[in-house]
Nanobody, 122 residues
Framework: QVQLVESGGGLVQAGGSLRLSCAAS????????MGWFRQAPGKEREVVAA????????YYADSVKGRFTISRDNAKNTVYLQMNILKPEDTAVYYC???????????????WGQGTQVTVSS
């Protein structure tokens, strides 16, 4: 069982930056692939970024490539999402997820956090 707790969301102006963190419980964090997803009001949940268990491989949605960076620190049981050059369309609730497999599809993930709100004002 893995419990995930996101933090770092908030209100930021367009062009600004935020760093989201996702702290995981349990001793097996380093064996899980991790993903960040987001859901805006009235829209389906979509993948933002994902990272393999050892951080060697990453995936980014086209909409965030070059602006967002996913990383992880297995010693701290934490995965991060650095978000730069934020746009109003990045406004959403952001969720982290953990799974024995990883990738861009949400069904690959077994555990989900409660989400953190990111609001980007124009």
């Amino acid at each position: 069982q893995v419990q995930l707790v996101e933090s770092g969301g908030g209100l930021v102006q367009a062009g600004g930056s935020l760093r989201l963190s996702c702290a995981a419980s349990g001793r097996t964090f380093s064996t899980y692939g991790m993903g960040w997803f987001r859901q805006a009001p009235g829209k389906e949940r979509e993948v933002v970024a994902a990272i393999s268990w050892n951080g060697a491989s990453t995936y980014y949605a086209d909409s965030v490539k070059g602006r967002f960076t996913i990383s992880r620190d297995n010693a701290k049981n934490t995965v991060y999402l650095q978000m730069n050059i934020l746009k109003p369309e990045d406004t959403a609730v952001y969720y982290c997820a953990a799974g024995m497999k990883w990738g861009s599809v949400d069904s690959l993930y077994d555990y989900w956090g409660q989400g953190t709100q990111v609001t980007v004002s124009s």
